[in-house]
């Protein structure tokens, strides 16, 4: 079986600053790591994702995550945030093969002007 | 190109009730996942359809149930609501059995059990 913890449930920070949403896993077998994005009042996007290959991915708006398998975290991070970042992030993580996510408690990010 | 989309959007039930959620994937996906998001939680995992078939299970009581129909679209059933069945249900679709392919959400339906 496979857990996510994601260590903060809250982060504010001040726009234009870099912030980072940490994110560790436990599983006894291969995995794939996700990000999801929530918007309020909406579903889920998919952020970004890690299958196989480089440990470091990267989104279209600027965000990163990086793979690390010693450690077992996928932290996410942005060098810049925006007002539009305000969200709740989530950390997932899939056996390969299975496809059902398991999903983290969730980082409520606050950008403050 | 239409998304997943989930109906209705809101509902409010009372406790004892049945209520059935409907989903359609995105187009040209062909396996559902059913999700359900307590307030302030992380979605948890219910069931998966593919080829009309339930899949996987997470630790939900038989109370929960699914169907697939030959369009892929897909309905959820719960049976003698409870209170603590309110939340955000999200219904996932993506392609193929096993792989890795991306698995885009609705926008849910807000269940409120009275």
Known sequence: ?113 | DAGVTQSPTHLIKTRGQQVTLRCSPKSGHDTVSWYQQALGQGPQFIFQYYEEEERQRGNFPDRFSGHQFPNYSSELNVNALLLGDSALYLCASSLGWGGAGEAFFGQGTRLTVV
């Open chain 1, 1 to 113: 079986a496979q857990s996510v913890t994601q260590l903060d449930s809250q982060v504010p920070v001040f726009e234009e600053a870099p912030v980072e949403l940490r994110c560790n896993y436990s599983s006894s077998v291969s995995v794939y790591l996700f990000w999801y994005v929530q918007y309020p009042n909406q579903g889920l996007q998919l952020l970004l994702k890690y299958l196989s290959g480089s440990t470091l991915v990267e989104s279209i708006n600027g965000f990163e995550a990086e793979f690390n398998k010693s450690q077992t975290s996928f932290h996410l991070r942005k060098p810049s945030v925006h007002i539009s970042d305000t969200a709740e992030y989530f950390c997932a993580v899939s056996e390969r093969g299975a496809q059902k996510l398991v999903f983290g408690q969730g980082t409520r990010l606050t950008i403050n002007p």
